[in-house]
């Protein structure tokens, strides 16, 4: 129970009317002169409020219950009290309630590491007044705001996202040099500059519309500095005013960006024109991406708010996201948090995508946190991120479902979407995959082209495919011209033989004896070199193998010329050769039997002894696996091959037996043997592939 009396407000506070909200309910704000801070309040409290004055509780709620339609109770009361003393809105003159409210405030009062955390995740430090350099320029930045200027723009906007479709190709090409410490150093120091006139775009803005702009200065979030500009003034005015406050900043870089495009189109390559680029992307990325939207608490958070009217968008929203949440998992079926009309379905949405939303950037912030800082600095930074921003929400809230949960632990229908949830992630999370299913071609471990190494004429060819053994002989060929020759070639040795052999006799011939003999030897080289290439004429199987004659026909007595081929030897032994990528290749490697199944031949087969290379391939060789062949290789044509979109591992297994078609190159899948992984895995494995084949970057904590 609650004491009957109530403690007095402060007396400087001033209830004010603000505008109607979504539902044609008049909002009430108090104005807290002293901060400059307002206090937006819904009806029951704003009831509640106007009755202050009669001190007593039960005295309030009596006549806020007879004089509305409103139903308020002690609860209410009390939740509004505790509002009230939390923002320090309270008189504190009695020592009981100082000492409550001391003890309040303490529970609330964060310890010394609470403090700590709370000003690495949010410090705001306030810097400066701006309204004498608002009151200095406010006459010439006017016409900025004109509307002849903003039509120019607009122009200029049209011009230069024109000439940047144009020179697209150097404009993504500017991209791939930008990337250095250097340009890093200098795009903080664009993104400054650009925040500048970002937030007095807001100053200006509000100070036309006469609020006062008490102060300018940085918000850290996360240790990531955000400008920010103080205009809470502009509660007094009207929700389109507000918009027009709070869209101003995104004005100002949409400016800024549209004018640097244009001059980035114009300017020739160098120096100021890569400082343009700079500009012109800073503002793009920064006000589409960061500022416009309205899931975190950034510029179009504040314009969405106005121009939905709903006031504390985030809050209300969120309350109606868990009410539907628990209606739905738990069955609960409480009255939704507030009658929102039309709106409901709408902000409902809007709390889901918020909360996806912020888990996909929280988890990045956690994720670049921890490889930018040295560790364990940068681990314990990320998990403070992650346990504030994303845990503790979350925990705050499931921590009341097992109570809400036994309300309807009778309820089919919940039974029935708890099996399929539980289905579901299973299916996901659990590693039952035990295998990969790979691509791979079957074909000899060998196969020799025999080709003919002189132009000459066919005796005979074994025209018949089938077995071979080493040695045996495919084809006989002959030469006319190379045995005249060496006919000539061993007359003349012969001669000289005999001629020599006189040497003794004939005194003459005696001088020249060594020059003969050399001549002799040369002679006899020649006869050797001939007598081999005629060999070479009868082509015999190089290894025992199977032997596929040529598509061609040849007539015996015909010609051939150099390096026709006459038939190919493939060896017995055949093996299955692939391509793994580099998580297949992180995962495989257990002992088990690797099944082959062929797409040609209706066969299994059990293989054994997979190697898989250390290096990764250059370019692809196997073209029965390229996606232009059919098979699931992605690849891309240049001059020097097939180069494959991701690193690739070539692999191969001996394949035991003869196959149905011994010498085909048969296309086929193997179902490799892996680690447990389960689709989860497999699913962000994709997923960081495609990051690291679009971006570059490697998201990848296996090490390889
Ligand atoms: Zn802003």
Not at 395 to 405: C, G, I, K, T, V
Request: proline residues 5%; neutral net charge; aromatic residues 12%.
């Amino acid at each position: 129970m609650m004491e009957s009396l109530l403690p007095p407000l402060r007396e400087d506070l001033q209830l004010k009317q603000s505008e109607r909200d979504s539902l044609g309910q008049v909002a009430w704000v108090i104005h807290d002169p002293a901060r400059n801070a307002f206090f937006s309040l819904d009806w029951l409290s704003s009831e509640l409020i106007k009755r202050w004055f009669l001190r007593d509780a039960n005295q309030v709620l009596e006549s806020v219950n007879r004089e509305t339609t409103l139903d308020a109770d002690a609860q209410d009361l009390q939740e509004l009290t505790e509002f009230l003393a939390r923002n320090e809105l309270l008189q504190v003159y009695s020592t009981a309630a100082t000492d409550r409210l001391a003890q309040r405030s303490e529970s609330h009062k964060p310890g010394f590491f609470g403090g700590l955390f709370k000003h690495y995740l949010y410090l705001r430090v306030p810097l400066f007044n701006p309204e004498p350099i608002l009151r200095a320029l406010t006459s010439w930045v006017k016409p900025l705001g004109t509307s002849w200027f903003q039509h120019l723009t607009s122009i200029v906007l049209i011009v230069g996202l024109f000439q940047l479709g144009r020179r697209w190709d150097s404009f993504t090409h500017s991209f791939g040099e930008v990337f250095n410490l250097q340009t890093l150093l200098q795009v903080a120091l664009v993104v400054a500059l650009v925040k500048i006139l970002h937030e007095f775009g807001h100053a200006f803005a509000a100070y036309d519309r006469g609020c006062r702009v008490p102060r300018m200065g940085m918000v850290f979030l996360v240790l990531f500095p955000v400008a920010y500009t103080d205009v809470t003034d502009s509660w007094k005015l009207s929700p389109r005013d507000r918009m027009a406050i709070g869209i101003a900043g995104i004005r100002v870089e949409l400016m800024v960006a549209a004018w640097a495009t244009l001059i980035w189109g114009l300017l020739p390559s160098g120096g100021i024109r890569d400082g343009v680029f700079l500009v012109l992307t800073v503002t793009w990325i920064g006000t589409l991406l960061v500022n416009a939207s309205p899931f975190m608490r950034f510029d179009g958070y504040f314009v969405l708010m106005d121009y939905w009217r709903v006031p504390n968008l985030h809050q209300r929203a969120g309350a109606l996201g868990r009410w539907w949440l628990r209606k739905l998992f738990l069955g609960v079926d409480h009255s939704a948090p507030e009658y929102l009309g039309g709106q409901r379905n709408r902000l409902i949405a809007f709390a889901l995508t918020t909360w996806s939303y912020r888990l996909i950037v929280f988890i990045a912030i956690a994720w670049m946190v921890y490889q930018l800082f040295p560790q364990p600095f940068g681990l314990i930074l990320a998990s403070i991120e992650l346990g504030f921003f994303i845990l503790l929400p979350l925990w705050r809230e499931l921590r009341l479902w097992p109570s809400l949960m036994l309300q309807s632990l009778f309820k089919p229908q919940l039974w029935i979407l708890w099996l399929c949830i539980l289905g579901l992630t299973t299916a996901l999370l659990y590693p039952y995959r035990d295998s990969v299913s790979v691509q791979g071609v079957a074909l000899p471990e060998r196969e020799i082209a025999l080709t003919v190494q002189e132009t000459s004429l066919i005796q005979s060819t074994k025209l018949k495919e089938g077995k071979v053994m080493q040695g045996d002989l495919i084809a006989s060929l002959d030469n006319p011209e190379l045995r005249y020759e060496l006919q000539k070639l061993k007359l003349q040795q012969s001669k000289l033989e005999w001629t020599l052999s006189q040497s003794g006799f004939v005194a003459d011939l005696l001088a020249t004896e060594s020059q003969l003999r050399a001549e002799l030897l040369g002679v006899i080289q020649q006869v050797d070199a001939l007598e081999q290439r005629l060999a070479a004429l009868q082509i015999r199987a190089p290894i025992d193998g199977y032997f596929v004659p040529p598509d061609q026909h040849f007539a015996e007595n015909s010609w051939v010329s150099i390096g026709t081929e006459l038939g190919t030897i493939h060896s017995h032994n055949r093996v299955v050769m692939g391509y793994v990528n580099s998580l297949e290749r992180h995962w495989i490697g257990l002992d088990r039997p690797i099944i082959w199944e062929s797409e040609v031949f209706d066969e299994t087969r059990i293989l054994q002894g997979l190697e898989v290379a250390n290096q990764a391939v250059e370019s692809i060789e196997l073209s029965m696996l390229l996606k232009a062949a059919g098979g699931d290789l992605n690849a891309r044509r240049t001059s020097t091959g097939w180069i494959p979109d991701e690193a690739v591992y070539k692999f191969n297994a001996p394949y035991l037996g003869s196959s149905t078609n011994p010498y085909a190159h048969e296309r086929g899948r193997l179902e490799i043997p892996t680690r447990p992984h389960s689709n989860w895995m497999l699913f962000s494995a994709a997923i960081r592939r495609q990051i690291h084949q679009d971006f570059g970057v490697n998201l990848s904590l296996l090490s390889e």
